[in-house]
């Protein structure tokens, strides 16, 4: 029998989306394969701590629709060093500097900043360890949604018009900002953090007198705030799976809807 591959589960996190992060890790490890996978849960606190949890007490918890990060789990740490674990994820206790556990191949079930934004995944490559999901460019580029944008932009792709605006100047030039807003993209429009998703800290505002008490709410998750015209459009979703041939095509899911139960597709 041939020995099940251990994979590595990070989830939680210190960005304001922890919580769906512990929602989608318990769906991964309901979901794993138990006769070709060993689970290995790592929580991480909102702190950024990380801690091992026991085995049987995730796959328990998994059995519901959220995990929790358990304050008294051992702290871990992963160093960045390739000889260390040569190819293999090795977490170092932190009470007595100990090997806790190793893995094979890291899943990072996480969401938003310090997660799938490329630092976790440059953590990953430094250590030269497998894992799943995007690179750190790609992960970067789609964490950020004006890079993305502007990509997309000069790719050729159209793209909703947006205006951004910065912590700092919006300080100073709210009164432009807001002008400029009005004469280009018009209302309603959606204000929205550049580095966040799940749609935290995001409102579509269907007036002037609503904007500013959005671009504050929008500011406390970001440096940096995107404001783009709403328009009426069909949300459609694919996932697409690199091929294992460097020249053949990606592997594409079936396209799903999205139709919210709110006017737009919220946290909520």
């Known amino acids: 029998m041939n020995q099940k591959t251990r994979v590595a589960v990070l989830y939680g996190g210190r960005s304001g989306e922890h919580e769906i992060s512990l929602r989608s890790a318990a769906s991964v490890i309901r979901n794993l394969d138990r006769s070709r996978f060993e689970v290995v849960p790592i929580a991480i606190d909102k702190q950024g701590q990380w801690h091992l949890v026991d085995r049987e007490f995730a ?128 209302f309603p429009c959606f204000v929205k953090p550049v580095n966040m998703g799940s749609s935290v800290g995001v409102h579509k505002v269907k007036d002037a007198a609503s904007f500013d008490a959005a671009m504050k709410d929008a500011f406390r998750y970001d440096t940096k705030v995107l404001v783009e015209k709403a328009i009426a459009a069909r949300e459609i979703e694919v996932a697409a799976l690199e091929s294992r041939e460097p020249a053949a095509p990606a592997r594409v899911s079936v396209a799903a809807e999205i139709v919210p139960s709110h006017e737009f597709y919220s946290y909520e």
Not at 73 to 100: E, I, N, Q, Y
């Open 59 to 186: 796959e328990k918890e998994a059995r519901g629709s959220t995990l929790s990060v358990p304050a008294a789990a051992l702290p871990v740490v992963l160093p960045p060093d390739p000889t260390r674990g040569k190819g293999k994820a090795v977490l170092v206790s932190l009470r007595d500097g100990s090997v806790a556990a190793t893995a094979e191949v890291v899943f990072p079930v996480l969401h938003g900043p310090l997660c799938e934004d490329g630092t976790i995944q440059g953590i990953l490559e430094l250590a030269e360890v497998a894992y799943v999901g995007c690179g750190v460019l790609a992960s970067s580029v789609g964490m950020d949604k004006e890079m993305a944008k502007r990509l997309a932009r000069d790719s050729g792709i159209p793209i909703v018009p947006f205006v951004l605006a910065r912590a700092g100047r919006w300080e100073k030039e709210k009164d432009e900002l807001r002008a400029r807003v009005a004469r280009e993209l018009g």
